[in-house]
């Protein structure tokens, strides 16, 4: 299983069906069904899990600072939804929310603008795939 991971093969949220084909052929797969111990499957499942926490972390981060971006933005007791103001001519900043129409480098631009400790620490890989789970 961890070659795969290395090879990308297997990323946070895989699925078997998405696997399978690439491993039912495999001796190493083969040679292990049947006999005592964990299954292909239940190791499947065991690495998938582990990228899928590693993923809900780094998601858990980026959204962390998108609330303290769109935290700036509003004022303390304002209940304002941060629209523009046509009366004064003046646009305020509209909150940041990810969405079909977000682009991966509006989402980078923001995160690495307003980043903190946890997300200075992520690759721009680790920041691809956050993007590709919220958009």
């Known amino acids: 299983m961890q070659q795969f991971v290395n090879e990308g093969k297997i990323k ?40 899928d926490q590693k993923l809900d972390a780094k998601l858990g981060a980026v959204n962390v600072v998108i609330r303290k971006y769109n935290a700036k933005l509003q004022p303390e007791g304002s209940d304002d939804d941060m629209k523009v103001d046509s009366e004064e001519g003046d646009a305020k900043p509209k909150a940041f929310a990810v969405g079909p129409e977000t682009t991966e480098e509006e989402l980078l631009a923001l995160v690495k603008s307003e980043s903190d400790e946890i997300v200075r620490k992520m690759s721009d890989e680790d920041l691809r795939e956050v993007y590709q789970n919220v958009s």
């Open 12 to 51: 946070a949220r895989t699925k078997w069906k998405q696997i399978y084909p690439l491993l039912s052929n495999d001796d190493r797969y083969l040679s292990m069904l049947g006999n005592p111990g964990s299954n292909p499957l239940e190791l499947f499942w065991d690495v998938v899990d582990s990228l």
